[in-house]
T-cell receptor, first 113, second 116 residues
Framework: EAGVTQSPTHLIKTRGQQATLRCSPI?????VYWYQQALGLGLQFLLW???????NRGNFPPRFSGRQFPNYSSELNVNALELEDSALYLC????????????FGSGTQLSVL | AQKVTQAQTEISVVEKEDVTLDCVYE???????LFWYKQPPSGELVFLIR??????QNEISGRYSWNFQKSTSSFNFTITASQVVDSAVYFC?????????????FGKGITLSVRP
């Protein structure tokens, strides 16, 4: 069975551009979570989608947004890119139950020049 | 508020040494779970263990063991006879409730390097 898949693996953008990152959850999982892992800052919660709706967002500006499609895959969009947006963006999925473990993808390494 | 503290940032050991990774947490929940994840160089976080607040028994799985102590709010992880393949970043995590569900708060991670 396929795990969580993320694309692209690497993405290079310049300041002010927009980036789109994609995530396909494990089959049967309805919840998708996005985390940012910037150097020295650990894993910061970004967004949580479940059944097509945004359920919660972390302390990030509105230029970080996303959506979840009917097939439960998800997209993270980052507008007006800034240098400090350079980070590994990790997607995770679950069945949406309380306290269950998350399954993570290998991430998209975003570099903003 | 939910908080996870991993005071150690980097640990370096020689193969076959035992190593303990510390995790201290804060929560207002009376029922909660704690997790450990491992992040090898490939980047993907791998689930290691989940424990609930009602079960304070220590757990052993092969070379891995976990010591959960509610009295000190700690959930420490020990690797016995470490191997080079154990080199990774290790995260302790605590879910917090948001409505009918929960999401994970992670510590900052401990980078473990095991030298041959």
């Amino acid at each position: 069975e396929a795990g969580v898949t993320q694309s692209p693996t690497h993405l290079i953008k310049t300041r002010g551009q927009q980036a789109t990152l994609r995530c396909s959850p494990i089959s049967g999982h309805t919840s998708v979570y996005w985390y940012q892992q910037a150097l020295g800052l650990g894993l910061q919660f970004l967004l949580w989608y479940d059944e097509g709706e945004e359920r919660n967002r972390g302390n990030f500006p509105p230029r970080f947004s996303g959506r979840q499609f009917p097939n439960y895959s998800s997209e993270l969009n980052v507008n007006a890119l800034e240098l400090e947006d350079s980070a590994l963006y990790l997607c995770a999925s679950s069945q949406g139950l309380k306290y269950e473990k998350l399954f993570f993808g290998s991430g998209t390494q975003l570099s903003v020049l | 508020a939910q908080k996870v503290t991993q005071a150690q940032t980097e640990i370096s050991v020689v193969e076959k040494e035992d190593v303990t990774l510390d995790c201290v947490y804060e929560t207002r929940d009376t029922t909660y779970y704690l997790f450990w994840y491992k992040q090898p160089p490939s980047g993907e976080l791998v689930f290691l263990i989940r424990r609930n607040s009602f079960d304070e028994q220590n757990e052993i799985s092969g070379r891995y063991s976990w010591n959960f102590q509610k009295s000190t709010s700690s959930f420490n992880f020990t690797i016995t006879a470490s191997q080079v393949v154990d080199s990774a970043v290790y995260f302790c995590a605590l879910p917090f409730l948001t409505g009918a569900n929960s999401k994970l708060t992670f510590g900052k991670g401990i980078t473990l390097s095991v030298r041959p």
